[in-house]
């Protein structure tokens, strides 16, 4: 298995539902990430998670709550969102956060709408 | 600094090769990518080099590294019309916790 999968692939909420976004990967990989991606824009990083544990968050509102349960799922919950978080939400994973570790692969996103 | 540059737009004929371009400013990167995007889809890897590298060859796909220039290249030869996409260079930085940070993508049309 070489993928990395995310569901759902679509998801609507109001401002005030409570959702999560799921990633799961079954490659070994360590390090787990989520990007957020705005139309016609590049890939913003949101969180690292490393060997379980959160190694950076690029200053994300609170109203994003990433989790680790093991090492091969990441969720994203979402509460209280506004529409301009509306975008589509990439997790990622790679074997390692070192300057050893090659490549990324990406899941195909979850887009999220905000009504 | 952590900026990553492309051009925004590429038109080519099919059957012509293409060429991509990036600037990268941080000279502490490790690795360079090139990722495509189709609409709505996620992330492909297309290739990488190494930042010792010069050159990489990989079937339709040549990367081409200047690290005194800071500029970063992608050919592919004999372009077809499902290499239309956004194309994404990127460097990882070391000295930024070994970072992913992206360019703003080119958008490639191949005409028929």
């Known amino acids: 298995d070489t993928e990395v999968t995310q569901t759902p692939k679509h998801l609507v909420m109001g401002m005030t539902n409570k959702k999560s976004l799921k990633c799961e990967q079954h490659?070994?990989?360590?390090?787990m990430y989520w990007y957020k991606q705005k139309a016609k824009k590049p890939p913003e990083l949101m969180f690292v998670?490393?060997?379980?544990?959160?190694?950076i968050n690029e200053s994300v509102p609170s109203r994003f709550s990433p989790e680790c349960p093991n090492s091969s799922l990441l969720n994203l919950h979402l509460h209280a969102l506004q529409p301009e978080d509306s975008a589509l939400y990439l997790c990622?994973?790679?074997?390692?956060?070192?300057?050893?570790?090659?490549?990324?692969?990406f899941g195909s996103g979850t887009r999220l709408t905000v009504v | 600094g952590e900026d990553v540059e492309q051009s925004l737009f590429l038109s080519v004929r099919e059957g012509d090769s293409s060429v991509i371009n990036c600037t990268y400013t941080?000279?502490?990167?490790?690795?360079l990518y090139w990722y495509k995007q189709e609409p709505g889809a996620g992330l492909q890897l297309l290739t990488y080099?190494?930042?010792?590298?010069d050159m990489k060859q990989d079937q339709r796909l040549t990367v081409l590294l200047n690290k005194k220039d800071k500029h970063l290249s992608l050919r592919i030869a004999d372009t077809q019309t499902g290499d239309s996409a956004i194309y994404f260079c990127?460097?990882?930085?070391?000295?930024?916790?070994?970072?992913?940070?992206f360019g703003g993508g080119t958008r490639v049309l191949v005409k028929p």
């Open positions: 990127a460097e990882k930085i070391k000295a930024a916790g070994n970072k992913l940070t």
């Open positions: 998670y490393s060997y379980e544990k959160l190694s």
């Open positions: 490659m070994g990989h360590r390090a």
């Open positions: 941080d000279s502490s990167s490790t690795y």
């Open positions: 990622a994973s790679s074997q390692g956060t070192t300057n050893a570790t090659v490549g990324y692969t």
């Open positions: 080099i190494f930042s010792n590298m």
